[in-house]
């Protein structure tokens, strides 16, 4: 459980983004560019593909990706050029968390990852077919759906090996009297089991820390242990997801699609669902990241809402205790944000 300021039983609020679609007769993509430039044509179905669907490629850049289109003008995907995220019609959902604030993200996107790092052409490889065929209709949960499963009241749920992987995260083990959290829970104290990495190195869980993950190791439980990204034990350059934050914007993999010299970035048009936000909350001089968040999407008043795991709120939240979880406007978090990257 929570602080106390957090012990209120979860609404049935279900899980949402949404994607653009036609807008006033043009096919938008999710960030809301224009769908107009380089059409590659009608794609042929590879005689490999089961269920061929009737559709056309376009290229759009800033950054580099191939969007489909239906036969009746609706995006059906969106890949980046070099990223593994995918996002992909589906049905509409709901995020909220109506304990701690009243906005929404009411969307229709749904977010995941692609076997390998798109590039222009692989709309031709069997393996792509069969891939958006599988997860075109797929209602399993998703990147975002799995992040609210780790919100304030969200119920546990155990593997076969009676490993709790979802339900109510803290962020980690009380301070000092008084102090708030301490961080450095990473996904394997959540868990609450070793986890042996690529590179051969084992994480033992710390057992004051179980059930908690700090804001980077919310993002490695999402996206590593429960999508399947690779992880890496410390913070070092790979195709492989580091440990830190800062590791994560400077080091790690995936896309830049926002990014920023100094100060905050003021052009949000580019962030899709499922992009990793990084924040310079401390100012201090060595002006690295210390924070990352999964961008949900706009809510219902139109501004950039994001899931984090944060101190102030005790764990995982979309909501405003302890900050407003939004990009827009002169609050914490959107004064500090920096990076957008792209897995």
Same mark, same amino acid.
């Given at each position: 459980?929570?602080?106390?300021?957090?012990?209120?039983?979860?609404?049935?609020?279900?899980?949402?983004?949404?994607?653009?679609? @036609?807008?006033?007769?043009?096919?938008?993509?999710?960030?809301?560019?224009?769908?107009?430039? +380089?059409?590659?044509? =009608?794609?042929?179905?590879?005689?490999?593909?089961?269920?061929?669907?009737?559709?056309?490629? &376009?290229?759009?850049?800033?950054?580099?990706?191939?969007?489909?289109?239906?036969?009746?003008?609706?995006?059906?995907?969106?890949?980046?050029?070099?990223?593994?995220?995918?996002?992909?019609?589906?049905?509409?959902?709901?995020? %909220?968390?109506?304990? *701690?604030?009243?906005?929404?993200?009411?969307?229709?996107?749904?977010?995941?990852?692609?076997?390998? =790092?798109?590039?222009?052409?692989?709309?031709?490889?069997?393996? *792509?077919?069969?891939?958006?065929?599988?997860?075109?209709?797929?209602?399993?949960?998703?990147?975002?759906?799995?992040?609210?499963?780790? *919100?304030?009241?969200?119920?546990?749920?155990?593997?076969?090996?009676?490993?709790?992987?979802?339900?109510?995260?803290?962020?980690?083990?009380?301070?000092? =009297?008084? +102090?708030?959290?301490?961080?450095?829970?990473?996904? %394997?104290?959540?868990?609450?089991?070793?986890?042996?990495?690529?590179?051969?190195?084992?994480?033992?869980?710390?057992?004051?820390?179980?059930?908690?993950?700090?804001?980077?190791?919310?993002?490695?439980?999402?996206?590593?242990?429960?999508?399947?990204?690779?992880?890496?034990?410390?913070?070092?350059?790979?195709?492989?997801?580091?440990?830190? +934050?800062?590791?994560?914007?400077?080091?790690?993999?995936?896309?830049?699609?926002?990014?920023?010299?100094?100060?905050?970035?003021?052009?949000?048009?580019?962030?899709?669902?499922?992009?990793?936000? &990084?924040?310079?909350?401390?100012?201090? =001089?060595?002006?690295?990241?210390?924070?990352?968040? @999964?961008?949900?999407?706009?809510?219902?008043?139109?501004?950039?809402? *994001?899931?984090?795991?944060? @101190?102030?709120?005790?764990?995982?939240?979309?909501?405003?205790?302890?900050?407003?979880?939004?990009?827009?406007?002169?609050?914490?978090?959107?004064?500090?944000?920096?990076?957008?990257?792209?897995?």
């Amino acid at each position: 459980m929570r602080l106390a300021t957090r012990r209120l039983v979860m609404g049935a609020a279900a899980v949402a983004v949404g994607m653009t679609g @036609i807008v006033v007769g043009a096919v938008r993509d999710h960030t809301g560019s224009l769908v107009a430039a +380089a059409v590659t044509g =009608p794609m042929a179905q590879p005689a490999a593909s089961p269920g061929p669907l009737d559709a056309q490629f &376009f290229r759009l850049h800033e950054p580099a990706r191939t969007v489909v289109v239906d036969a009746g003008g609706m995006v059906v995907a969106t890949l980046t050029d070099g990223a593994r995220t995918a996002t992909l019609e589906g049905p509409e959902r709901t995020f %909220a968390e109506p304990q *701690f604030t009243a906005a929404k993200v009411v969307s229709r996107v749904w977010v995941r990852l692609l076997p390998q =790092p798109w590039q222009s052409g692989l709309e031709r490889a069997p393996w *792509f077919w069969q891939w958006l065929e599988e997860n075109r209709a797929s209602t399993a949960p998703d990147v975002l759906a799995v992040a609210t499963e780790y *919100f304030d009241g969200a119920p546990d749920g155990r593997d076969a090996a009676g490993v709790r992987v979802r339900g109510d995260a803290g962020f980690g083990p009380p301070g000092p =009297p008084g +102090a708030l959290p301490r961080e450095n829970s990473d996904f %394997a104290d959540y868990l609450g089991v070793p986890w042996t990495f690529a590179d051969g190195q084992v994480r033992d869980p710390e057992p004051e820390r179980y059930g908690s993950v700090d804001c980077s190791g919310f993002v490695r439980l999402v996206y590593g242990y429960r999508a399947g990204y690779p992880l890496l034990a410390t913070n070092v350059a790979g195709p492989e997801l580091p440990r830190r +934050a800062w590791a994560m914007a400077e080091l790690g993999p995936g896309v830049p699609v926002v990014t920023s010299e100094a100060g905050e970035p003021s052009d949000l048009r580019t962030l899709q669902p499922g992009d990793l936000l &990084f924040f310079d909350l401390d100012q201090a =001089p060595d002006g690295r990241n210390d924070h990352s968040a @999964i961008y949900l999407g706009l809510d219902d008043a139109g501004q950039h809402r *994001f899931v984090s795991s944060r @101190i102030r709120a005790e764990g995982p939240a979309l909501g405003d205790l302890g900050g407003v979880s939004l990009l827009d406007g002169d609050g914490r978090y959107a004064r500090a944000f920096r990076v957008a990257k792209r897995l």
